[in-house]
């Protein structure tokens, strides 16, 4: 097995066995609430502290597995990677607006992404928020499906590596089964994969995600408020 190979495994495993501590440990704490007859978490705020932890867990597995990787990119290229964010990014929120008037056409009038950021917002403070789908998210996303899989696990296929971790990565923000919810998120995936290649910069990609998805943070916060 390659070393690409093994160390995605052991990301994949991490995952696993950090989220089956999460949902435990919120299971063990709503069964004690109803052991003494005190609710001690409610549904939204289990979600929060679900999402917080499973999310901060795979934040400090990222910076310990690639920090060195992606600090060093940073700092040899860190005006260009700024200027290549901004462009890419504008050219994002516009696609974004093109997706949503799409998701609409759809019928579709948010995504279960949406429903759950709308309900974390009103669950819990905007900072969480930011911290979660802000930050935390976008970069843990981006080293998964264009780092690992288009990067190392596909590097010489880069059409099929961008394919293949588009639909991953929309798989990935279903709630259920939906092929136009399916299509939308893909449609973002394969952006953010050009970008990838186009670069070859994954603070780019990077940088580009954590500005849209804060941008929707800032926008949701202001409906829900």
Request: glycine share 8%.
């Amino acid at each position: 097995m390659s070393k690409n190979k093994k160390m995605l495994l052991i990301y994949a495993f991490m995952l696993t066995i950090g989220q089956i501590l999460v949902v435990a440990i919120i299971s063990g704490v709503e069964a004690l609430g109803n052991k003494i007859g005190i609710p001690l978490i409610t549904e939204a705020s289990g979600l929060v502290v679900t999402n917080m932890a499973v999310y901060l867990l795979l934040l400090i597995a990222v910076c310990l597995l690639f920090g060195n990787e992606l600090r060093k990119e940073w700092q040899q290229e860190k005006k260009q990677i700024v200027a290549q964010i901004v462009k890419y990014g504008v050219v994002f929120l516009i696609f974004g607006i093109v997706v949503a008037r799409t998701a609409e056409w759809l019928g579709i009038s948010t995504t279960s992404n949406q429903e759950t950021l709308m309900q974390m917002i009103d669950a819990a403070d905007w900072f969480s928020s930011i911290i979660i789908m802000g930050i935390a998210a976008p970069i843990i996303e981006e080293i998964i499906f264009r780092y690992i899989i288009m990067g190392k696990i596909y590097p010489n296929g880069k059409k099929r590596a961008v394919i293949i971790s588009s639909v991953l990565f929309g798989m990935l923000h279903l709630d259920g089964f939906s092929i136009a919810e399916l299509f939308i998120y893909t449609l973002l995936g394969i952006y953010l994969g050009i970008i990838y290649n186009k670069t070859k910069k994954i603070t780019v990609p990077i940088g580009v995600h954590c500005f849209y998805n804060l941008v929707n943070v800032l926008l949701v916060y202001i409906l829900v408020a």
